[in-house]
T-cell receptor, first 115, second 116 residues
Framework: KNQVEQSPQSLIILEGKNCTLQCNYTVSPFSNLRWYKQDTGRGPVSLTIMTFSENTKSNGRYTATLDADTKQSSLHITASQLSDSASYICVVSPSYSGGYQKVTFGTGTKLQVIP | GAGVSQTPSNKVTEKGKYVELRCDPISGHTALYWYRQSLGQGPEFLIYFQGTGAADDSGLPNDRFFAVRPEGSVSTLKIQRTERGDSAVYLC??????????????FGPGTRLTVL
């Protein structure tokens, strides 16, 4: 069964500090992994996408890494801001075989940045 | 911008009532998805449309749930005889096509359904 597990479940950090969120998956065969940011009361918004051959990708203060061998990904947030407070969801897609590419969502990490 | 929109944003209903939730996808997106998200959880897949047809409805929890997309654009999720356990945020997403590494699902803001 395809699964995506995220840790920690929740995290509180001081504004300006860095943090790293983890995602482990068992989805196989693997196509791509996305990190989404979900603000309270809103739908998820994609931050990064990584395919099998990519090890790291940055989007501003967000840097995602991927180790396809160990099936692990991380999302590193640098110099956190209050607006980073949100849930971060890891989403993994299986290889596209011409049919429907059903994704698997993690349960998310709820990040709170405090002043 | 013309993102995915969902109406209503909030819906409070009584147990046993019928509700309809609407999703307007991004224009030109052929794929449309419905998800259900409970507090503190990731989205749970309900149903996927490719055009007008429901290509995968394996996530619908029971026959009280039904969804349509008659013209391949707007979709309606219908819940009959609502139960308190149906309370959740219902998210809709659309994408240009159903597969491919570059294919991104764009989410609407969701409809928060509360069944009293």
């Amino acid at each position: 069964k395809n699964q995506v597990e995220q840790s920690p479940q929740s995290l509180i950090i001081l504004e300006g500090k860095n943090c790293t969120l983890q995602c482990n998956y068992t989805v196989s065969p693997f196509s791509n992994l996305r990190w989404y940011k979900q603000d309270t009361g809103r739908g998820p918004v994609s931050l990064t996408i990584m395919t099998f051959s990519e090890n790291t990708k940055s989007n501003g203060r967000y840097t995602a890494t991927l180790d396809a061998d160990t099936k692990q990904s991380s999302l590193h947030i640098t110099a956190s801001q209050l607006s980073d407070s949100a849930s971060y969801i890891c989403v993994v897609s299986p290889s596209y075989s011409g049919g429907y590419q059903k994704v698997t969502f993690g349960t998310g990490t709820k990040l709170q940045v405090i002043p | 911008g013309a993102g995915v929109s969902q109406t209503p944003s909030n819906k409070v209903t009584e147990k046993g009532k019928y509700v309809e939730l609407r999703c307007d996808p991004i224009s030109g997106h052929t794929a449309l998805y419905w998800y259900r998200q409970s507090l503190g959880q990731g989205p749970e897949f309900l149903i996927y449309f490719q055009g007008t047809g429901a290509a995968d409805d394996s996530g619908l929890p029971n026959d009280r749930f039904f969804a349509v997309r008659p013209e391949g654009s707007v979709s309606t999720l219908k819940i009959q005889r609502t139960e308190r356990g149906d309370s959740a945020v219902y998210l809709c997403a659309s994408s240009f096509s159903s597969g491919g590494a570059s294919n991104e699902q764009f989410f609407g803001p969701g409809t928060r359904l509360t069944v009293l």
